[in-house]
């Protein structure tokens, strides 16, 4: 029986710029989302910036980036003027802020996806079985069926023609 898990891949330089620009933004992704994970189930504080080839940065922070920073800063230089509950971020409204902004970019990914697939599963059912199929295997039913909708077709480009000639 064949391995069905995952296959290992190679650690080096991915040749093509185009697939190692599709796998730093899958990576980006995966190593954000993981960070999100470690935070939710273990209550800690995470921050991580990645900065592209092209110079670009990316961060992720939890609560947020500047407050991990601060709270590391000050850790370092316990003389700092701003209190060690400031630096770490510990303003529960914002932490609860943070945390909801957190949950509400999750979802917004995943609405994303789910609008993606409705969309190809709707594109998908759009198309009538007659759509490619070679005239000569249709029957009658079928080819009046495709007249009428190509009818409809030149009727609602028509109407359109009109509105933008008014409107022009």
Known sequence: MPNMGRKKTQMELIETESARHVTFSKRRSGLFKKASELCT??????????????????????????????????SENPDASTSSNEAAGQDPILHDLNKTHSDLIENVGLVKQIGKKMRRAIMEKAKPDWFYAPRESLSMEVLYEMKEALEDVQENVRRDKERLLVQA
Do not use: D
């Not at 961060?59 to 709270?71: K, L, M, T």
């Open 41 to 74: 189930m273990c209550a800690v504080e995470v921050a991580i910036i990645i900065f592209s080839i092209g110079g670009k940065a990316f961060s992720f922070g939890h609560p947020n980036v500047q407050s991990v920073f601060n709270r590391l800063r000050f």
